[in-house]
Every structure is written in C-alpha cells, then in structure tokens.
Nanobody, 122 residues
C-alpha cells in the first residue's frame, strides 16, 4: 500500500503560479510511476501529467504543456507539480496517483490521494 497526501493548493490570480506536492509513505516510492490528475465540478477526472519511476520520462496533457512541470524526488518520497501561467480553466481539485506505468489513464493507477483544491481568480 502507498499513502499519498497532496498539499500546496490555494487561491491564485490568473497568470500566477503554484507548486503542488504529494508526499508518499508506505511502500517504496521509487517503485511507482506517478501522475497528476484534476477534476472540476461536474466534469470527469482528467489527466494532467505523469512521470516514470526514475523521473526520466514525462507526459503532459496538451492543455498544460509548456506551463506545468512534473518532477519527483525519490529521496524525499515526494512528487511535485509546478504550475505557471495559471488560467481560470485550470481551477480544479488536483490529485496525485501512483501505479505501475506512467500512463494518461485514470484506471491504470492503483493509489490516489485525497486531492488539493486549486482556485484561479480572473
């Protein structure tokens, strides 16, 4: 089992930045690929970014490419999402997830955190 706890969400003006963190505990963090997903009210959970166990491979949704950066520190058992140039449409609850492969598919991740809320004011 892996326990995941997100932090770093909050209220930010459009154009601003936030850095989300996801602290992992339980089994060995570096055994898992990790991803960030988000869900806005009334919408399905959607893929944001994913990273391989080593950090050597990353994927991004087109909507966040060149604005968001996913990274991990396996020594600190922590996953990050640096979000720059935030837009109103980025507002959502952000979840980190762990699984065997760094895919874009929600169903392929085994472990999920409770999420952290990001609100963007225009």
């Amino acid at each position: 089992q892996v326990q995941l706890v997100e932090s770093g969400g909050g209220l930010v003006q459009a154009g601003g930045s936030l850095r989300l963190s996801c602290a992992a505990s339980g089994r060995t963090f570096s055994d898992y690929a990790m991803g960030w997903f988000r869900q806005a009210p009334g919408k399905e959970r959607e893929f944001v970014a994913a990273i391989s166990w080593s950090g050597g491979s990353t994927y991004y949704a087109d909507s966040v490419k060149d604005r968001f950066t996913i990274s991990r520190d396996n020594a600190k058992n922590t996953l990050y999402l640096q979000m720059n140039s935030l837009k109103a449409e980025d507002a959502a609850r952000y979840y980190c997830a762990g699984g065997s492969h760094h895919t874009t598919r929600v169903g392929e991740y085994d472990y999920w955190g409770q999420g952290t809320q990001v609100t963007v004011s225009s």
